[in-house]
């Protein structure tokens, strides 16, 4: 690991601090990002900086991606001054977005003509834990590869699942961001109802987390829309693009869905009244308005700070598995 020289590109909500889990390492790492006051921070930190996606690629062994969407991981990827210009046989790229399978697999392919090797590793779980090194990651792709950037994905994160071949993280991501999304839209009408039915915010937090109705969802996420500042480091336009990935995957399958085109319309809702970057639990604001009311309750955080201390890092096997 002491040796191993590592590339990140995209330094954003989430990016950025994975990207900081390196660092905190003692990693050789190199960064790139189009807000370059991201970039003189790290660099500020012991990193290096790139010209080019080709530049980085061409000094690293391995190289992360966690970018906005599929077409921005494209043009790093493809452009004339991009990953795969830069790649020599051996180098492996890690893609860490909420991206389409599809697309992982074409480009994965365009990796391994150059001799490289490519897995799909998005991670789950909120920035709050992408901050400490406690996410939850997805790995697709060929086992031995898995094996080789385990070390990595350790520091990265603390539970990693091998979901099979390349393009298998993408899938369950975006089904886990679909529920996650479901719960947020079902937590809004239901923290609404509460707070017009006269109940005290607080005691009816408290009702929901102890109780069957609790989730990972509300207690993270009510309690920043209770606090007031709906802010959990995720924008309108990111579910309205992952719902979408796991909607599409649906009429590809000829799965006939119900819930996911209904929550799919409520985001797109929500973001012409509010705008694509408006923070996602503000969707409680599309029932706010016609009730009158801000539901919010008292002592509740502004953002979500993962308390527990960083853990090293394990493999999660499946139940039933012969790993």
Same mark, same amino acid.
């Given at each position: =690991? ?93 893609? =860490? ?56 994905? =350790? ?169």
């Amino acid at each position: =690991m002491n040796d191993l020289r590592i590339g990140f590109l995209g330094l954003g909500n989430v990016g950025g601090k994975l990207a900081g889990s390196l660092l905190r390492h003692r990693v050789d790492l190199t960064v790139r990002d189009l807000n370059s006051d991201l970039v003189a921070d790290f660099v500020a930190q012991g990193a290096h900086a790139a010209n080019s996606p080709k530049a980085m690629a061409e000094r690293v062994d391995l190289l992360i991606t966690c970018l906005p969407s599929p077409a921005a991981t494209r043009a790093v990827l493809e452009g004339p001054d991009g990953v795969i210009a830069g790649l020599t046989p051996g180098k492996v790229w890690l893609e =860490m977005s909420t991206t389409d399978q599809a697309e992982v697999i074409r480009l994965g392919a365009l990796i391994a003509a150059k001799g490289g090797q490519a897995m799909d590793c998005p991670v789950s779980g909120g920035c709050h834990r992408a901050a400490t090194g406690n996410i939850a990651i997805f790995a697709g792709g060929a086992r031995e590869t898995f094996e080789k950037v385990l070390p990595v994905l =350790m520091i990265l994160g603390r539970q990693i699942l091998h979901t099979g071949p390349l393009g298998s993280a993408s899938k369950l991501k975006v089904v886990t961001n679909y529920l996650c999304t479901v719960h947020l839209a079902a937590l809004a009408e239901a923290l609404t109802v509460c707070k017009v039915a006269g109940m005290d915010m607080n005691t009816a937090y408290e009702a929901i987390r102890i109780s069957s109705g609790n989730s990972f969802v509300h207690e993270t996420e009510s309690q920043v829309i209770l606090n007031g500042s709906r802010d959990i480091g995720f924008t309108m336009d990111l579910v309205i693009k992952d719902v979408g990935l796991f909607d599409q995957l649906a009429q590809e399958l000829k799965v006939p869905l119900e819930i996911s085109p209904l929550v799919l319309d409520i985001f797109k809702d929500g973001q012409r009244r509010y705008g694509p970057r408006e923070h996602s639990p503000n969707i409680i604001k599309r029932l706010e308005e016609p009730c009158r009311v801000r539901v919010l309750g008292i002592g509740f955080p502004a953002e979500i700070v993962d308390d527990e201390p960083e853990a090293d890092g394990y493999e999660v096997i499946p139940k039933g598995s012969s790993q």
